[in-house]
């Protein structure tokens, strides 16, 4: 028996499918596929050199050398088992901080850039982008890159459009182009009329100086309660996007401020605080399935000596914080300490790392396109996986190979069905 609905009734009855799948689209267009990095180093605009990156890099490999010689005290500084994951997580961590030791570099002119006057604000946004740009130029500069600009609420405006207006031109005037992952951050949001008038800044800063339309993009910095909830009490943060024209690449929670605005007490201001989960997961619901990336804040424990005792008890503290974020789905946070790269690459690796003999031997069922079942689903090993699984376990890998966590080519050949024992990430890529 056919049918009992004619066409022209189902098409009467879906008239409104099509529809409603563009508008869905528009609002959740999908999430990146792109490379996003695992940190992002803050550092106040007048102590950028062109050794930055390198420089930070150079001091992690020294405290984890001088403190963490070993994989048992690794293991002990970062909470981890030791055993063979903990060695091929320090010695990744050591290829790490020798070959891109910084994924992420903002050269900060807010919170870490406190009484400075205007003339010598101007001098440094000149100088720091000049660095940056010897930075590329050496090779040494790290994949992304930015500038965290003065916020609007501050009465600040218009000196954060000037530091901005002479960073990237002089960005461009010396490199002729910006860097391919270059990214401006906004903080402090307490309107939404202000990310809608730095995007219009954005826009007319693109015309002056010759840039592609929509090349500036921007990251809004959540540490206000308005950047949260609205005057009548409705979240505000799809608004912002929509505000951002287009513009908007990620959101950042701002631990400190948001939590002092809250009234926390100075010891509750940290970022495992369940007022911090709260305003990450509104973040996470928003966003996901859309083109907004996400990050955590940073953990303000520096080391006060340079002592065993004193550096395990920074790793310890920041490896928690990276640990909570993990856990709430938050691949990338802030840095602010060269000690932090060690405990952030080394707990990020090793949650990588542990499961990535898993991933490899049920993404290499799936491509065999074995042991598919009635449901038309893959068996991979006792564990049926569905797509959505699979989008999943790629991004696993994905971040992985990207980090450096693993070394590309003992992959390929787990995929391919070689060695057994590549994936480890015990090799030196």
Known sequence: MGPRLDAATVERLLSGVDEAER??????????????????????ADDVTATTARDHGTEAARLMAAHA????????????????????????VEVKLASEPVEDLRVDFEDGYLDRTPEREAEDAVAAARALAQAHRDGTAPPFCGLRVKSFADGLARRSVATLDRFV?????????????FVVTFPKIVAVEHVATFASVLTELEAVVGLPAGRLRFEAQIETTPSLLGA??????????????????????GVYDYTAGLGLPPTQQRLEHPACDLARHLMQV???????????????????????????????????????????????GWDLHPSHLVSRYGVVFAELLTDLEDVLVRL???????????TGRQDAGG????????????????????????????????LSGGSEGGASGSSRG
């Open 69 to 92: 010689p070993d994989a048992g005290s690794f293991a002990a500084a970062l909470g981890l088992a030791d055993g063979p994951t903990a060695t091929a997580v320090r010695e990744r």
């Open 169 to 181: 031109t002089t960005l461009l005037e010396e490199l002729g182009e910006l860097p391919g992952g």
């Open 364 to 374: 290499a069922r799936w491509r065999a396109g074995t042991g598919a079942n009635d």
């Open 286 to 332: 928003t966003f996901a399935g859309t083109e907004v990336r996400l990050s955590d804040g940073s953990s303000n424990a520096v080391p006060a000596a340079d002592t065993p005792e004193e550096l395990h008890r920074v790793w310890a503290r920041h490896a928690a914080t990276v640990r909570h974020s993990l856990a709430h789905g938050y691949v990338q």
């Open 23 to 44: 508008l869905h689209r528009q609002h959740w267009p999908g999430t990146p596929t792109t490379r996003q990095p695992l940190q992002v180093l803050y550092v106040p």
């Open 232 to 253: 009548d009490g409705r979240v505000v943060l799809r608004d912002l996007r929509a505000a951002a024209d287009g513009r908007l690449c990620a959101v950042h929670l």
């Open 383 to 414: 564990v049926v996986d569905e797509p959505a699984t699979i989008r999943r376990l790629e991004a696993h890998l994905r971040r992985a190979l990207d980090s450096g966590a693993v070394d590309p080519a003992d992959v390929e050949r787990r």
